[in-house]
């Protein structure tokens, strides 16, 4: 059974930081590209930051600088360090894994974790 669990979210001040944590299982978590998205009330979703199976990262140009994605092969877990929140940066965040083979491609989601950035 595939699960990607989020946790980490919460209220913080402007300015403030926070690190979101998405433990996966149930794939192979090592060998997929993983990534964090957002969806803020009455906005599309949207790709936040991504990393490779090969650390590779890729950042949404609002968060590049502030943002920082790592993986921990070992532990099956990527992580977002969100670092000057902005009250823009309030959303529901979401892991996402990729897992592609010759075949196929898997998608996975999480289920969300609540960001809120007010004073």
């Known amino acids: 059974q595939v699960q990607l669990v989020e946790s980490g979210g919460g209220l913080v001040q402007p300015g403030g930081s926070l690190r979101l944590s998405c433990a996966a299982s149930?794939?192979?978590?090592?060998?997929?590209?993983m990534s964090w998205y957002r969806q803020a009330p009455g906005k599309q979703r949207e790709l936040v930051a991504g990393?490779?199976?090969?650390?590779?990262?890729n950042y949404a140009d609002s968060v590049k600088g502030r943002f920082t994605i790592s993986r921990d092969n070992a532990k099956n877990a990527v992580y977002l360090q969100m670092n000057s929140l902005k009250p823009e940066d309030t959303a529901v965040y979401y892991c996402?894994?990729?897992?592609?083979?010759?075949?196929?491609?898997?998608?996975?989601w999480g289920q969300g974790t609540q960001v809120t950035v007010s004073s």
């Open positions: 149930g794939f192979t978590f090592s060998s997929s590209y």
């Open positions: 990393i490779s199976s090969g650390g590779l990262r």
């Open positions: 996402y894994g990729r897992l592609a083979t010759l075949s196929r491609e898997y998608s996975y």
